[in-house]
């Protein structure tokens, strides 16, 4: 069955850096779809960041453009959110989701109903 398991988080003060790792497991990797979220008390689930595996390409919020990177490993079946420059507002539970494929993720990527499958989760808490 398909998994997703996120690790990674935790506190930070405002600046500094965290690098959260999702570890994909019954699917194959190529063929979907993976993307980060977040969600902040009180807010709506957000899209954070998308890796394109089908050209390599990769897609941010405004919000994190500059200081979020993603990557991924194919071997390892793991997608990694490097996040710099962090700040307060960063303060979420992240969570990676996957979904099959779709020409259309362009512009779609970013909306977590179009998501079928879903990790726990993992905190990250900025100080300021």
Known sequence: QMQLVESGGGLV???GSLRLSCAASGFIF???SITWFRQAPGKEREGVSWFKGSD???YYADSVKG???ISTDN???TVYLIMNSLKPEDTAVYYCA???FSPTDDSSWYIPSEYNYWGQ???VTVSS
């Open 13 to 15: 003060h405002a600046g």
């Open 30 to 32: 190529d063929y979907y």
């Open 56 to 58: 390599g390409s990769s």
């Open 67 to 69: 200081r979020f990177t």
């Open 75 to 77: 071997v390892k079946n």
């Open 98 to 100: 996957a979904k099959r």
């Open 121 to 123: 989760g993992t905190q």
